[in-house]
Antibody
Framework: QVQLVQSGTEMKKPGASVKVSCKAS????????INWVRQAPGQGLEWMGWISPYNGNTHYAQKFQGSVTLTTDTSTSTAYMDLRSLRSDDTAVYYC????????????WGQGTMVTVSS | DIVMTQTPLSSPVTLGQPASISCRSS???????????LSWLQQRPGQPPRLLLYKISNRFSGVPDRFSGSGAGTDFTLKISRVEAEDVGVYYCMQGTQFPQTFGQGTKLEIK
C-alpha cells in the first residue's frame, strides 16, 4: 500500500542539526511532491516546505529559509529534511506528507518524527 | 500569508448527532485557475493528520460519506451527519490556493 515511513525519535542539543528521513513505497516516488509539516507539542500544524522528487525543485516557507534544506534520493525513494541551528522552540513532531496530485492537498502522511531540542 | 480561522475551537457532540465546523479565510481562496483549494484534515489522538476532503467537498478515498464539505470564497464548513466515537479528534482546514499553505488552528471534537 501507499505509505511514507519516517525515521525515529531524535534528541538534540541547541545549535545542533537534525536530518529526518521519509521513505516512500507503493507508488512512483517521482510523480508526487513531498511536503514537510511540523507540530509543536499541543499546537497546530505548520507548513515548512515542499520538494519535487522529479526535479529537486523546492519551496520553503519564509520562516524556514536558510535553516531547512529538503532533498530526495530517488534511488531509495526517500525524502530528507535537514534542520540546522536547532533551538528549543524547534521541539516538535515533524511530518512528511505527499501531494494529492495537483489538488493542493496532502493525501498520505508519514507517522511523524519527534525531535526534542534540549540542553 | 492567508490566515485561516476556525470556529468553534471545541465542539462537544452527542453520539449520533450532527456536528459542524466553520473555517474562514482572510482572503478569497478562489485560485486564478478557477479552483478553490480548501481541504479538511482529521487528526485522531496520537495519530498523524488524515485527509478527509479536498477542493471544498471532494471526499478522499475511504472517507465515510457522513463527512461533507461546503462553502465558497472565504467561508467553508465541514459537516458530520451523525457523529461516531471514532470521529473524536482535532479537525483542521488548510488552504493551498496561495503560497505558503496555511492551516486553521484546529477544532477539537469530543463526545459529550
Amino acid at each position: 500500500q501507499v505509505q511514507l515511513v519516517q525515521s525515529g525519535t531524535e534528541m538534540k542539543k541547541p545549535g545542533a542539526s537534525v536530518k529526518v528521513s521519509c521513505k516512500a513505497s507503493g507508488y512512483t516516488f517521482t510523480s508526487y511532491g513531498i511536503n514537510w509539516v511540523r507540530q509543536a507539542p499541543g499546537q497546530g500544524l505548520e507548513w515548512m516546505g515542499w520538494i519535487s522528487p522529479y526535479n529537486g525543485n523546492t519551496h520553503y516557507a519564509q520562516k524556514f529559509q536558510g535553516s531547512v534544506t529538503l532533498t530526495t534520493d530517488t534511488s531509495t525513494s526517500t525524502a530528507y529534511m535537514d534542520l540546522r541551528s536547532l533551538r528549543s522552540d524547534d521541539t516538535a513532531v515533524y511530518y512528511c506528507a505527499r501531494d494529492h496530485g495537483t489538488d493542493e492537498a496532502f493525501d498520505i502522511w508519514g507517522q511523524g518524527t519527534m525531535v526534542t531540542v534540549s540542553s | 500569508d492567508i490566515v485561516m480561522t476556525q470556529t468553534p475551537l471545541s465542539s462537544p457532540v452527542t453520539l449520533g448527532q450532527p456536528a459542524s465546523i466553520s473555517c474562514r479565510s482572510s482572503q478569497s481562496l478562489v485560485h486564478s485557475d478557477g479552483n478553490t483549494y480548501l481541504s479538511w484534515l482529521q487528526q485522531r489522538p496520537g495519530q498523524p493528520p488524515r485527509l478527509l476532503l479536498y477542493k471544498i467537498s471532494n471526499r478522499f478515498s475511504g472517507v465515510p460519506d457522513r463527512f461533507s464539505g461546503s462553502g465558497a470564497g472565504t467561508d467553508f464548513t465541514l459537516k458530520i451527519s451523525r457523529v461516531e466515537a471514532e470521529d473524536v479528534g482535532v479537525y483542521y482546514c488548510m488552504q493551498g490556493t496561495q503560497f505558503p499553505q496555511t492551516f486553521g488552528q484546529g477544532t477539537k471534537l469530543e463526545i459529550k
